[in-house]
């Protein structure tokens, strides 16, 4: 007697009849909506990687609680090098024919609005508060993939990345050394790569505009509202880093540490702080990041669900240049004036069956000079100038009916603790965010993955535009205006 | 604001979506566990397992299966997975219950314990990858749904796990009556006279599905297929290695022999052990007087 999935039928595949009842609510769900015109995605921006499924023969669902994000014995592979090290790890056990090249891209439609614009019309006088609305077909960035072992405890990971024009950067390249010295406690990372957060921007499932980023990770303090002088600091805890980084962990990844020390540029080349052309120079000092987590099994929670609890924390501190050396005709050559910066915070990851609970808490600090837009060597700060703070966090929630569907929730709230500038209000800058999902992946298959993305994302944020990356943003008329920042997103998310 | 007719039209896109998506869901998991309604019973003993306390159970094994194992080992549980074509060795077909890497004796079912450590150690040199990254109740779930494939563990109890006694002294002695041990098992017919796995029976070797397998390479100083320890080598030649060639040994060999090939077999594996290191002195001596292993060999002589 068959005493599993039935004779002849891959449960991996869903039956033609509940994809095609499947797809026809996901369009119900599209032809609801107005379609206006077309907006801007941001890059695409999650890691999943076929390359490694083909490889190894597993499913995506083995690395993956759903890819992008990864599970623990995902993890325990990424800690290892992206190896099993079941001594088949290295390019000699590889067919010839075998290409770790992975490519990754949605074609997607969505639709984005934002409230209390300042906006004019051709050919009619005046400004005017208004509502920018924009949808239509859409592509996002494109990811192109390789990562593998030049030998064994020896691997890299090389992504050129682009934005939906093909404008190429690369979002990470780098070269690992792993279990030095034989153990799993000692391994180094040098280029440019992710910092090690226990909740990962870089896998998470969310693409739309609103929803597809963590605010808290971008977050800066608005800086002085009444000269509307923007905060000098750009870092942002979710974007890849240039630099090195020293990281161990258990033989089950129970137990993880990392220690990165990185350039002070927000992981820009050519000693500037952007990945493209045209980014300023940066400073010469180097920032660094610690993060620490540790699993455990709970006992009854982790029957007929995802597995483990994880709980942890990090510490990021850096200094950014108030100023710049310049040549004679006023162009910056190299930051000076550098002020500090940090950011603390703890986030778990927690599983009850099939929901999947992410949340997350951060302080940020800026130094004043930073916060108000101020060159350290331009006199002493102004009375009503002091050194912003903020704190935030998300809550994020996740429960799969099954590896192929998952359910996405998350809310998300940043409020400011000090302000840069005592003129300022009080909520000036703080953000309130939600988003909802639904992913269904028709394809979860060692060789390849679709995913069928619904999403719909808002984000408010009192006097600032939210960082939203949907092409629209002029700060409201007044400082305590709320600006409502709303995505929908309906994406065919694929990667071979 | 996003005006109020949109609103009211996603307001309706969205129940649709929230009501239809469960309802596929709940059709898609009705589907895959329609084959087996008694799956689902976490009470009944026979689809569960224990291991140091845990109980798994099969009905939870079966999601994990799905995730983690499906690839390989097949809808079916016959290793026939849409990755099998790419694997070698092939994946295990639980539908025979025939598996490598027992305590119990040759022929008879494996404890839960055995499968247990067998996820979790993984298989060297396979596709098999070591489960540690999952938490104990999740091995336990799937060592409870991998017996759901095979009637013979409705049917059968498992064998009587072997009783291991301590280990002898490792000596020079010892080493040489292992030696001598190796060549009058013909171990060396497959594993080759110095453990390179290149006997000369070794190209001809096959498993029970008739697929080409490899003696063990003791060269590579890799850990075994069963495990890493000199417990776990003495465990593998006492039970034999079912459905491949390796038999069992239990009813040629004396506890104190066993020991003796397992002194001798570390000689042949490139590490600092002390049968090593007591070897490589011993030959130091009396190298010129060694006489080599194969067919016209009286090892046992030196």
């Not at chain 2, 099969?58 to 999601?63: C, H, L, P, R, T």
Request: charged share 15%; hydrophobic share 35%; glycine share 10%.
């Amino acid at each position: 007697m068959s005493r599993g999935f039935g004779k002849g039928v891959n449960p991996m595949k869903w039956p033609q009849s509940k994809s095609l009842l499947a797809c026809s609510f996901l369009v119900l769900a599209m032809l609801f909506c107005d379609v206006h015109a077309a907006g801007a995605l941001p890059n695409s921006k999650v890691m999943a990687i076929p390359a490694f499924a083909r490889k190894y023969g597993l499913p995506c669902s083995a690395c993956h609680t759903a890819w992008p994000e990864l599970n623990n014995f995902g993890q325990v592979f990424r800690d290892n090098g992206y190896q099993l090290m079941n001594d088949r790890d290295s390019p000699i056990w590889q067919n010839p024919s075998y290409f770790p090249i992975t490519f990754r891209i949605t074609p997607n439609w969505h639709r984005e609005s934002t409230d209390h614009q300042q906006v004019q019309t051709q050919n009619v006088s005046g400004t005017f508060t208004g509502t920018v609305t924009q949808a239509g077909f859409d592509l996002s960035g494109m990811d192109l993939w390789s990562g593998g072992t030049l030998y064994k405890n020896i691997s890299f990971i090389l992504l050129p990345s682009s934005d939906a024009t093909a404008t190429w950067h690369f979002e990470s390249a780098f070269v690992r050394f792993d279990n030095l010295k034989g153990s799993p406690w000692f391994n180094v990372k040098f280029g440019k790569f992710e910092l090690d957060n226990l909740i990962s921007e870089k896998r998470f499932l969310f693409l739309s505009a609103n929803g597809g980023l963590y605010q808290i990770y971008h977050f800066t303090p608005p800086g002085v509202a009444a000269t509307g002088a923007g905060d000098l600091n750009d870092f942002g805890i979710g974007d890849n880093q240039i630099g090195i980084e020293l990281m161990g962990h258990s033989k089950n990844s129970y137990t993880r540490y990392s220690i990165a020390v990185v350039s002070s540029n927000e992981g820009g080349v050519n000693l500037t702080n952007s990945s493209t052309v045209g980014g300023t120079p940066s400073n010469r000092t180097y920032d660094v990041n610690l993060a620490f987590s540790q699993a455990f099994n709970a006992k009854g929670f982790s029957a007929g669900g995802l597995g483990l609890q994880r709980v942890g924390a990090f510490a990021y501190v850096g200094q950014r240049p108030t100023y710049f050396q310049t040549d004679t005709s006023g162009n910056p050559l190299v930051g000076l004036g550098n002020k500090s910066f940090y950011r603390v915070g703890v986030a778990g990851d927690f599983s009850i069956g099939s929901l999947e609970l992410l949340p997350l808490f951060m302080h940020g600090h800026d130094n004043a000079y930073l916060g108000s837009g101020l060159a350290s060597n331009s006199g002493p700060l102004p009375s009503t100038t002091r050194a912003p703070s903020f704190n935030g966090g998300f809550i994020e929630a996740h429960y799969y009916f099954n590896p192929q569907n998952v359910a996405l929730f998350r809310f998300e709230k940043i409020n400011m603790g000090q302000q840069a500038d005592t003129t300022n209000p009080g909520d000036f800058g703080n953000v309130t965010a939600y988003s909802f999902g639904y992913r269904w992946y028709p394809i979860m298959l060692s060789r390849a993955g679709l995913a069928i993305d619904a999403e719909y994302s808002r984000t408010k944020s009192i006097g600032i535009v939210p960082e939203s990356g949907d092409g629209t943003g002029n700060p409201p008329l007044f400082p305590t205006d709320g600006v409502w920042s709303s995505s929908i997103f309906l994406g065919f998310d694929f990667d071979f | 604001m996003i005006p109020n007719k949109f609103a009211v039209r996603f307001a309706l896109g969205s129940m649709a979506l929230l009501t239809l998506g469960p309802t596929v869901v709940t059709a898609q998991a009705t589907h895959v566990n329609s084959v087996n309604p008694n799956l689902g019973a976490p009470s009944v003993e026979s689809e569960q397992s224990h291991i140091d306390g845990v109980t798994g159970h099969a009905y939870n094994g079966k999601k994990l299966y799905r995730r983690f194992c499906i690839g390989c080992h097949g809808p079916d549980g016959n290793g026939e997975g849409e990755n099998a074509q790419w694997i070698d060795p092939k994946p295990r077909d639980f539908t025979e219950a025939t598996f490598k890497c027992r305590s119990t004796p040759t022929g008879t079912l494996p404890t839960d314990e055995d499968l247990y450590n067998a996820i979790t150690r993984g298989f060297v040199t396979t596709n098999m990858p070591q489960w540690r990254p999952l938490s104990p109740q999740q091995r336990a779930d799937l060592v409870a749904f991998v017996k759901t494939w095979s009637p013979r563990w409705a049917k059968e109890k498992p064998g009587t796990p072997l009783t291991i006694p301590s280990e002898t002294p490792i000596t020079i002695d010892s080493i040489l009556r292992g030696r001598a041990m190796f060549q009058k098992l013909e171990c060396w017919k497959c594993h080759g006279p110095e453990g390179h796995g290149d006997g000369p029976s070794a190209a001809t070797l096959t498993d029970d599905k008739s697929n080409p397998i490899r003696p063990y390479n003791f060269s590579t100083g890799t850990r075994f297929m069963c495990g890493e320890t000199n417990q776990d080598l003495y465990r593998i030649f006492m039970t034999g290695l079912d459905g491949s060639p390796m038999p069992s040994f239990a009813d040629v060999v004396k506890p104190d022999e066993a020991w003796d090939l397992v002194h001798f077999l570390r000689t042949l594996q490139p590490l600092k052990t002390q049968e090593a290191s007591l070897w490589q002195s011993y030959v130091s001596a009396h190298g010129k007087d060694i006489k080599p292993i194969g067919p016209d060999s009286a090892a046992g002589a030196q």
